[in-house]
């Protein structure tokens, strides 16, 4: 497709991905399931105070990392791929009053480019499985975390392996193509250190979700028909086809949404 990285051209698709304009139609603001309401039961799962220093990966437009400022009075650091993003997300947090509490950067989740352990706690929303190379991105995790700091992700998880017809590029940017096991990840984080785990099942949430993109799928479809919208070089046949997929794929609990929760040894 380029002459780029398999594992950089997933990074750039992925980040241009999320800050295009229909992503947003389908979406909103908040990229993830379970909304805010899951970011804040994150926030109290790893005790959030106001104290503490924070780093949102994959922040995206900083919704999250803006809520968890105004929710928890932490102060927040989002780190995203998409230059676009972080520019998002410096607007949000101004306009909402709290650019005090927080602060955006541009950066690689396997290479974050903090010194080594200004953090409280981590949080990570549906992005740890689109990172090529899972180890390394959850290594670059413990290393930014202060003794006793605390991890807390939520993710797409699958059950086995990930069918053949979802390892597409587009299945890798809709969070499927890349996702494993919850003891997985849960291997993954441990093999670098991570210890005293809790995981939830959230898949509840995913459904939910992809049910209501299926919905704007259609109401777009409807809308390209009329001449209202231009798709460009997104295609809404697959679009259409890999959301019904998923929802196969959740209710025969092949694909779920995991929440997991753990800590930095002292």
Known sequence: MTDQAPETEIKVCCASFYESELVRLFLGDVLHPGGLDLTRHLGEQI??????????????????????????GCHVTGLDYGQENVAAAEAHAAERGVAHLTAFRHGDAEKLPF????????????????????????????????????????????????PEDLQSLLAWVACVAGAARP???VATLEQVGFDGFVVEDRSGDLLELVNEVRKKLLAVELAVGLGKLDLGDLDLDEGKRLARRAVELIESGTVGYTLIAATRPS
């Open 183 to 185: 003891d997985e990840y």
């Open 115 to 162: 010194d080594d352990a200004p953090f409280d706690a981590l949080i990570s929303e549906c992005s740890f499985c689109t990172f090529p190379d899972k180890t390394s991105a959850a290594t670059e995790m413990a290393r930014v975390l202060r003794p006793d700091g605390r991890l807390a992700l939520t993710d797409v998880t699958v059950s086995g392996a990930v």
């Open 47 to 72: 005790g959030l105070g106001s104290g503490d220093s924070v780093l949102d990966v994959a922040c995206g437009r900083g919704a999250s990392a803006v809520y968890l400022a105004e929710t928890f």
